[in-house]
């Protein structure tokens, strides 16, 4: 093994070039003081002495005093004592912004010198580490910290405390959860540190703690001084679709939609802004649900008192138009009072399906009072009552035996409805449509949109109704029946009904005779029409009566012809009430 090499001692003229190598940084700050060749080996090590005893007090990472020296464009020369100066950029600076040379700053001591030998120092983080002590002491003794709200990130805000970066959670920003974040950015508001990381660098604060903090100090405070039926002063902190919170000072209370106005509004919006301070009203209290209601319309006068004597029973009134239901639109007559208009009082003559036929929301309209009920807070008006009732003009207009055109407008069972001007229908009743013929429907003789001549037989304006006559119109051929069918005519005709003592037979030219079930040919006697004859079949008759005054032709079968149309399978006895022309 080879023994280790001993270094070759140090030569005292290499010694005094390392010395004067250790001393050269000064000649950076005193440099008309230094020269190398000025100074012996012993003095030398004298001033190397000195210079270490003014460096053995400093550590790196501690903040330090030190002058500026200079400004430059980009950086600030700066002198804290060493060997050689430090350099900060200056936008580390931006919180001085009258800095100048001879001006005393702390900065922090990164490193003794760095590879060009010059100090490294930094005001950033000096300014960190003095906001951090605050920032740690207010965490350990709970106490608050100022902050201005900077921007909004994810989950929540930046909050800038003294120059540090904290973190808002979004739950943690005020008691009840903020609409618009936007608007509170810039603010500056106290905070709770609930959590600090210092290697990490991660502060996360809580406004909510506080506030909650001061609202229970406030709301116990409250407790003893708020009282059902208190007039207070509030602040609106919310606004929701069914209302608005009332900050009454420490406690929210629910300003409910329906308790703003006495009259109809759409939204919260139309009566209160964020921010604003009004009167209120408490209305009620449950502490234990910590559920406080608030009334503003209780402030206003009751509008339905004396409403009565405001708006009397047949007194003309306009309003607009603020609802519409299936049944009939309410108008608002004031705030607070409304009047429904029913459906059925729209129009005299037309037949409303719905009201939306005939106004619109937001449309003025003029009606007329018709019942007023305070307790119920019910008024009902009339729009057609600001017209004259065409139904009360109307005999006069069309007396009994009047002759018009109209359109058949509808069709039912028992008649047919004629309109004989708009929005006014008359009934043409099954019975007054022919003067021969057995109508069974009144299909048999009108359609739908058919234009037919009638007679006004009877107007009962009271009850709305129009009696019409159809075969009025045209002349009774009864008065002439006896000369065109005198008695002895022989004919064919056809069996229309069968009835009980009879048959009832289609004579033609929409004229029906009867044959009595003793008039049937029959070797045999029988007790029903049926044995013999049936719906549709064919006779051979002869005319035995004619009876002008009560409608009523006699007949006899004379023949029944080889040729028939086949027989139905069942056959439909008729009473004999069923049948007028059955009488005989």
């Known amino acids: 093994m080879t023994a280790p090499t001993t270094p070759a001692p140090i030569t005292a003229r290499e010694r005094q070039k390392i010395q004067k190598a250790q001393l050269r940084p000064l000649a950076n700050l005193r440099p008309e003081l230094y020269d190398e060749d000025d100074y012996s080996a012993d003095e030398l090590e004298a001033m190397m002495a000195m210079y270490n005893g003014t460096m053995a007090s400093i550590d790196e990472g501690e903040i330090v005093s ?12 700066l002198d804290v004592g060493f060997k050689s100066e430090g350099a900060i950029p200056v936008e580390e600076f931006r919180d ?32 960190f580490m003095r906001v ?77 703690v506080i506030l909650e903090q001061e609202r229970a100090g406030k709301r116990e405070k409250l407790m003893k001084e708020l009282a059902k039926d ?3 002063k509030g602040v609106v902190k919310n606004i929701t679709d069914f209302g608005a919170f009332i900050d009454l000072g420490g406690v929210d209370g629910l300003l409910h939609i329906t308790d703003m106005s006495w009259g109809r509004i759409q939204h919260p919006t139309e009566m209160v802004q964020i921010g604003m301070e009004l009167e209120v009203k408490v209305l009620d209290i449950d502490w234990e649900r910590e559920r406080i209601s608030l009334g503003l319309k209780q402030l206003q ?18 309003g607009k138009v603020v609802s519409i239901t299936n049944y009939g639109a309410f108008i608002e007559l004031e705030p607070g009072i409304e009047g429904l208009v029913h459906i059925s009082e729209m129009s005299w003559t037309r037949n409303v399906r719905h009201p939306s036929k005939l106004v619109s929301i937001g449309e003025s309209i003029e009606a007329v009072v018709l019942k007023v009920d305070p307790n119920e807070e019910k008024i009902s008006l009339g729009m057609k009552q600001t017209e004259q009732d065409p139904w009360m003009v109307l ?56 234009a037919v001549n009638v007679v006004i037989l009877n107007i009962d304006s009271e009850n709305k109704r129009i009696s019409l006559g159809l075969k009025q119109a045209t002349e009774d051929p009864w008065l002439k029946i006896g000369e065109s069918y005198p008695v002895g005519t022989e004919l064919r005709g056809t069996v229309a009904r069968l009835m009980e003592k009879g048959v009832v037979v289609d004579m033609g030219n929409d004229l029906e005779g009867f044959v009595p079930i003793s008039q049937l040919p029959s070797p045999k006697a029988i007790t029903s029409p049926a044995e013999v004859v049936y719906d549709g079949m064919f006779l051979d008759l002869r005319i035995l009566e004619v009876d002008p005054i009560h409608r009523r032709i006699v007949l006899t079968v ?7 149309p086949p027989r139905p399978e069942t056959i439909k006895i008729h009473k004999d009430d069923e049948d007028e022309s059955a009488e005989g």
């Not at 100048?100 to 060009?116: F, H, M, P, Y």
């Not at 069709?411 to 004629?418: E, I, N, P, Q």
């Open 132 to 208: 951090w002590e605050k920032i740690r002491v207010a965490y350990e003794s709970d106490q608050p910290v100022e902050g201005v709200l900077v921007k909004k990130i994810k989950g929540g805000v930046v909050v800038d405390l003294m120059g540090v970066e904290a973190f808002l959670p979004g739950s943690q920003i005020a008691l009840r959860r903020v609409p618009n974040i936007d608007e509170l950015l810039g603010q500056k508001y106290e905070f709770k540190i609930i959590k600090l990381n210092k290697r990490r660098r991660n502060i996360v604060v809580s406004r909510r």
């Open 558 to 564: 004379t023949d029944i012809p080889a040729e028939q």
């Open 66 to 77: 030190a002058t500026v020296l200079e400004i430059r464009d980009n950086l600030v020369i």
């Open 96 to 127: 001085l912004p009258d800095l100048k040379a001879g001006d005393t700053v702390e900065v922090l001591l990164e490193n003794l010198e760095d590879q060009n030998g010059a100090v490294v120092l930094s005001k950033k983080k000096a300014d």
């Open 395 to 450: 005999p006069l207009k069309y007396p009994v035996g009047t002759r018009l055109e109209g359109k058949v407008r509808n069709l039912t069972s028992f008649g047919a409805f004629v309109e004989i001007e708009p929005g006014i229908d008359g009934l043409v009743h099954i019975s007054d449509m022919s003067w021969t013929k057995r109508v069974q429907h009144p299909s048999e003789v009108v359609k739908k949109g058919d």
């Open 301 to 318: 006068a009751y509008p339905w008192k004396d409403v009565a004597a405001r708006y009397p029973v047949g007194t003309r009134v306009s």
């Open 230 to 232: 208190q007039v207070r």
